[in-house]
């Protein structure tokens, strides 16, 4: 790990205690402590493995900082950064915020390991914890007001909250089909796109705007964050089915079994052959995992998720070669969404 | 009502469609629904009865209204107060945001007389409704940069989220309590500080900043909110026990039956006296209402809450006589006051 990225996620974990502890008070000290088992600071199996990677928030920054071309800057200026730590801190509870209220909604009792902040709790006071998280969000965001105009302030503000309707739309969506028997490809790119790239697409978009980008810029940097989201989330899905865990059938990460609409499901269920005919009857076992991925394989599923996830790629690249990176941060930024689409360079 | 309120009630109701419209598009049409429903538009029941009173942002309004003196203003300026509708609309989306969590948290059927969100369509959607609810409150404060200065409309949102952060607080309290057995009159006022006055206080506060009223008038006005807030919780805690409806024990409404902890319950449970010990043991059931609100009365419960409202009550009115709310929406902001404060004057 390079030294500006070690910087950075130490700047976020610091920013995101100091914004947590909004909540450290007289009275409410068991609430503040629900917020900060989720966080991973503290409870059973705290540590690193339990606070995420903090990816999200790392991308906002290295989205500052890459934008400013080095040769016009001042030395002094380099951890300008900083300025917009709040920021990062704001998309990272965004993201909490939607995974404890995510879990309730799954009924999931594991989170990184962990037990869920509703099965620890209660969902009443898991509902709340989620609330808060989505309050101190917006708190922070605002907080950019120390460092920042209050024109860009009000604009990242805005970003923001559109970036969690779109989420509360790829949610509500993602719930709907449940009770669905008509879904076809089609419906897949509305609920990736709230659920996944939205999120992704803010951090870039804020990013770039925090680092002074002009409007066209900052249009590149948003775009490649949001095919980087759909980009990764299609080999999430391709992962959860034909990856090594899954096709054993031994884990029950297997999405098949969990009835997840994941791309390669949603292309067959378009096709209406024989995979949508076993998948409509009812949950997949465990037992049936490797028939059935070699039935999604057969009707072109795997290989059609493949494509789009070239695609997507692609796409993420060609923006980000758009927006033009600069400095430490650029390559860090490069290296990182390589990283997230599995690609060895 | 007067031809002010009226126009400040429709505009409120048509700035509230506005914005939950962000939902009204293709795909996410049951969505939106979901909270036309909970808002009183759409639905069975739907009309002025399931609505609310939109009390909150007429108040917000009338503060916005109240602040400039009319001699110092262009006729044209009379209805300036329509510059801050999203901020008013933004915090009548907050209110119902909070009564949405509020049902699936308290396992309620019923709201305004019709079936709650979750009993309509489930917890895990509920829930993403009331998070919908509270991102577009977010969006509609920062709406007011159509008409206000960025630096206004920071202040305006940061408010807003202060108070929200209180309403979560005052939500864990409230539920910490039902697993608490040495609760006293100490632990009322931080709760119904954030669960009532919060809100309240926000609605004078952002109302009197976005009329452009200095900062120590401002600080009027939200303690002008923050103890109307506390008067009128007591009054509701009172007549939640001794009103008509609680009294004949007819009503599923009565505090007592539903183990409220309202002001005059904390404080015989302060004395640890004969109530104190019947309410440890457990629910009390529709037929001891009649007895048990007796004991309570006996043991000052009541006469101490008809105290505590009559001081927040004055500290309200000394409060509002310092705002010196000026024409007919400072007089109409009176005559709500009294209203809600079940005075006759």
Redesign the interface.
């Known amino acids: 790990m390079t030294s500006i990225t070690q910087s950075m996620l130490e700047a976020i974990e610091t920013e995101l205690q100091h914004q947590v502890a909004?909540?450290d008070?007289p009275?409410?000290k068991?609430?503040h402590e629900m917020l900060t088992y989720h966080m991973g600071w503290t409870g059973e199996g705290a540590g690193p493995l339990a606070t995420g990677k903090r990816i999200r928030p790392l991308i906002t920054l290295l989205a500052v900082s890459s934008v400013i071309d080095k040769e016009e800057k001042q030395e002094s200026n380099d951890n300008y950064w900083l300025h917009a730590v709040s920021a990062a801190a704001a998309i990272e509870m965004i993201h909490n915020f939607s995974l404890v209220?995510d879990d309730?909604?799954?009924n999931s009792n594991l989170r990184r390991g962990r037990r869920t902040v509703w099965v620890k709790w209660g969902?009443?006071?898991a509902?709340?914890v989620?609330?808060?998280m989505?309050?101190?969000a917006?708190?922070s965001i605002?907080d950019l007001?120390e460092h920042y105009?209050?024109?860009m302030?009000?604009k990242a503000?805005?970003i923001l909250?559109?970036c969690?309707?779109d989420l509360?739309?790829g949610?509500?969506?993602d719930?709907?089909y449940e009770e669905r028997n008509d879904l076809g490809i089609e419906d897949y790119w509305?609920m990736i796109g709230g659920k996944t790239s939205a999120l992704l697409s803010a951090c870039t978009h804020i990013g770039s705007l925090l680092g002074y980008a002009k409007e066209k810029q900052q249009e590149a940097y948003r775009l490649f964050g949001y095919h980087l989201g759909l980009a990764f989330q299609v080999q999430d899905d391709i992962l959860g089915i034909w990856g090594d865990e899954a096709l054993t059938g031994k884990s029950a990460a297997s999405d098949l079994v969990e009835g997840k609409n994941s791309l390669p499901v949603l292309f067959a269920l378009g096709k209406n052959g024989k995979f949508a005919n076993r998948w409509k009857q009812g949950p997949i076992t465990v037992d049936e995992v490797s028939a059935v991925s070699a039935l999604l394989e057969d009707e072109g599923g795997r290989e059609f998720a493949e494509k789009m996830s070239e695609e997507e790629t692609q796409k993420a690249l060609d923006y980000l070669k758009e927006a033009n990176p600069q400095g430490a941060a650029g390559e860090e930024m490069l290296g990182l969404a390589n990283m997230l689409l599995k690609r060895k360079q």
Chains 1, 2 share one sequence.
């Open positions: 909004r909540l008070q009275g409410t068991p609430f209220h309730i909604q799954d969902a009443p006071m509902i709340n989620g609330d808060a989505f309050v101190i917006n708190q605002l007001i105009p209050a024109d302030v009000v503000a805005r909250n559109n969690c309707l509360t739309r949610q509500f969506l719930m709907s509305p």
